[in-house]
C-alpha cells in the first residue's frame, strides 16, 4: 500500500462524524481507540511514527477486530474503515 492511497482514505475518514454507539462502556472504549489512533496516524503521515505509535495502532488493530463484531450499520463503517487504515500502515511501515 503506498502512502499516497492511505493519506487518501485518511482524507476521507476525517471527514466523516464519529458515530454514536447504544453501549455506554463500548462507546467509551471506541472513542479512546479513534483518538490515540488518530494520533498517531497523523505522526505517521507526518513522517514520525515512533515504537510508542506502534504499539498503540498493533493494539488498536486487535482492539478493532475485536469489537467490530459488536457494532451494527454505518457505525461499523466507520470504524471498518478506521481498521483498514490502520492495517494499510502496519503493512506500508512493516510493523
Not at 513522517?47 to 495502532?57: A, F, M, N
Request: aromatic share 10%.
Amino acid at each position: 500500500m503506498k502512502k499516497e492511497a492511505i493519506i487518501k482514505k485518511w482524507n476521507t475518514f476525517i471527514q466523516l462524524p464519529f458515530p454514536e454507539i447504544d453501549n455506554v462502556n463500548l462507546q467509551f472504549e471506541l472513542t479512546e481507540i479513534d483518538s490515540f489512533s488518530a494520533g498517531c496516524i497523523t505522526r505517521y503521515l507526518d513522517g514520525e511514527l515512533d515504537q510508542e505509535c506502534i504499539s498503540i495502532l498493533k493494539q488498536s488493530l486487535v482492539d478493532l477486530s475485536t469489537h467490530l463484531n459488536e457494532i451494527k450499520g454505518k457505525e461499523k463503517s466507520y470504524f471498518m474503515l478506521l481498521h483498514e487504515i490502520i492495517n494499510d500502515i502496519k503493512e506500508h511501515k512493516g510493523f
